[in-house]
């Protein structure tokens, strides 16, 4: 990794990964390309929350990386109440918090 990328800070990313509410498992990894390719334009590194490169609790990790990232985005279209839950989580530490809007 160059100094620039380790310089960067993280943007993590909060949103299902797999099949909710109709919405299959292609739909949300398209929504993560768009979504990565925004906050990369915007300088940061995307990253999913619950990504690590250690193996752990992953409600251990995904407060971790709400806790130690200064900017999270949250996909909150499906129903999916831990992308909420996130979102209170990241608030409460102040963090910024971007909720993307859709149409169609």
């Not at 498992?25 to 490169?53: K, M, Q």
């Not at 609790?57 to 985005?73: M, S, T």
């Amino acid at each position: 990794m160059s100094d620039a990328a380790t310089s960067q800070e993280i943007c993590r990313l909060v949103m299902p990964i797999s099949a909710i509410d109709g919405l299959s498992e292609a739909h949300w990894a398209e929504g993560l390309a768009i979504l990565s390719e925004a906050t990369e334009e915007a300088g940061f590194i995307s990253n999913l929350v619950s990504n690590a490169d250690d193996v752990g609790i992953i409600q251990k990790r995904i407060i971790q990386n709400l806790y130690g990232n200064p900017i999270v985005v949250c996909d909150v279209r499906g129903k999916n109440p831990n992308v909420p839950h996130a979102v209170a989580v990241g608030s409460a530490k102040m963090r910024e918090a971007c909720l993307p809007a859709s149409s169609g």
